[in-house]
Structures are given as C-alpha cells and as structure tokens.
C-alpha cells in the first residue's frame, strides 16, 4: 500500500508517484497507462516536459476504461519559466489542463524561481531572462493563488526553492505554498530543507530520486558518482531481498516525503511501485544517512549565462 501525505484540507497525496521528466513520444503514453493499470495514482508532470497532449491521451483512456476515477487520481503539473507575468499564468494552466484532458490539476508548482521572457528558448542569453527584481515570484504567487480561487487547481507549490525563497513566499503569500518540489537523494539529503519544511507545514517531493542517469548529456559531468551503482545501497537492498533502486524510493518515504520515480519500462514501473512494501530499519536510515554528499545532479547551471539575472549563489542562495 502506497501511504499518502494529507493536507490540511483533508485531501491526501499519494507519496509514490511516477515522473515523467525524459519520457519521450510513444514512451510516456504506455508508462502512464501501464502505471495506472499496476495501481499508481499519482503521475508526475511538466509543460516543459513536452509530454501532456500524450499523457492526456493515457489518462482520458484510463478513466473511460473504468481502470480509475479522476478523483482517484493525483495529478501534478508545472508553471514554465517563461509565463511568470500576471497575465501569463492562467493561459499556461489552461494550456496544461487541456493537454492533459483535465478540468482541474491536484497541484500545480511554479518549476523554477527563474523568470524567462515569453517563448524563451535554448540557448539562453542573457537577454531572454528576467530577474526576479523585474518579476517578483510574489506576482506569479498571486496569479497561481487565483487558480486555486477558481478551482483550477486544489494545491499550490513550487519546485526547486531555496529555504531562503521559501521563507519570503511563506511570509507574503495568502494561500502558503504546500509543497516544494526538488532534487533528494542520498547523495543530496538537504536535512535543513527537510526540518525547515516540516516546521512550516510544506510537504517535499523528491525529484531525481534514482539519481536520473538518463537526462541530457549537457547536464551531466564526467566524474558523477552513480547513485544506482552504491555499493551501500545494494547491500542494504540485499538484506531485504529488494532492488538498490527500491531501497532509494522506500528512503524517500520514510523520510516522509513524496516520491516520482520515473521509468518507461514495465518491469521497473512495478518494480518502483513495489518499492512502498520495502520496510527500512532504522539502522538502515542511518547508514544511508552518512551517504551525504550535497551533491546535485541537476545543478542549474543552464540559468546562469554570461552577463544573466541568475548565478548559482542567488539561484540556491548559498
Ligand atoms: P527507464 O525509464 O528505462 O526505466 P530518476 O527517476 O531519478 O529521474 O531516474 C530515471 C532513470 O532511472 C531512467 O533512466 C530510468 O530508466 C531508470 N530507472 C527507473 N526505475 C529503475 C529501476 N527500478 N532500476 C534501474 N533503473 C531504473
């Protein structure tokens, strides 16, 4: 049984969910179908991602074959860079709500504190970005509060917040932002984001949980550690007849965060599913506790660009 995080309206957020960061064309349609089939309910996902129309398709699907309700469902979805401005918000929701076939999202996220001009797109320069001076996240903030006034989306959040952007959102905002969605792993444990959120009543979401060895090569380094290939990890797996990757997402959840594995393949979409009977010890989270290295794997470097708004200091503010 998958357990669930509840808010305090009384919904619940299932805590394993699938990701659909990578998934391609053709891929994320069978994924979704497969996972929904095998007994997942929440899915992951991202206009950037440029996969809704398909995961629409899988979801309308899925409900008009009986195989689970809407309401069974927790569907995640992410703001793009590039429709931070006031009058941008709600065109982008609706641009996610019908590519997905949906009325309404569970939780939508503001992806990143990074503001880009509308239609930006790669490479950046540093023309195509706003500074949060010039565009506020207290403005986007507002834009996604109405959403949830309108019933367009149940949650608000964001994704990929320092505790330091967290702190000013949580002082200024009407409807407090829910969760935050970011990278964790044994390699990047952030226990202070995790105690800070906790106080705070904001749930974390832990994204890269399998370490995403499959994202672009651009985004990757030549010395990266492999965090599926820990010999630590595999032997904890060991001891309790499961997969290193199922130790990574049964961690997750017992750190009482949310969790999107992605995979395309359906052996290892009920495998990671599987991963929510996979009892840890508390001797086993501690020894995944000393795995630490604050290291990230998905850095933002490709926000910071010569003469840009954004550098890593005021991106993660450390
Ligand atoms: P695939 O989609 O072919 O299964 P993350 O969730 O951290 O972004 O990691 C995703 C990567 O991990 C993908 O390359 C995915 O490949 C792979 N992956 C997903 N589940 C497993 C698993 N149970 N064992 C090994 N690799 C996995």
Known sequence: MVSTLQFSNGDRMPALGLGTWKSGPGDVYKAVKEAIALGYRHIDCAHIYGNEAEIGRALAESFSEGVATRE????????WNDSHGAEDVRPALETTLSNLQLDYLDLYLIHWPVALKKGASFPLTSDKLISLKDLPISTTWQAMEALVDDGKCRHIGVSNFSTTKLQALVKTARIKPEINQIELH??????????FCQENNIYLTAYSPLGSSDRPNSLKTDDEPVLLDDATIASIAKTHGATPAQVLISWAIHRGTAVIP??????????NLAAAEVSLTPEDMQTITALNLSRRYVDGTIWVVEGGAYTLANLWDN
């Open 72 to 79: 069974q469902l927790w569907i995640t979805s992410k703001l």
């Open 262 to 271: 992605k995979s395309v393949n359906p052996a290892r979409i009920k495998q």
């Open 186 to 195: 044994p390699y990047l444990q952030q226990p202070s984001m995790l105690a």
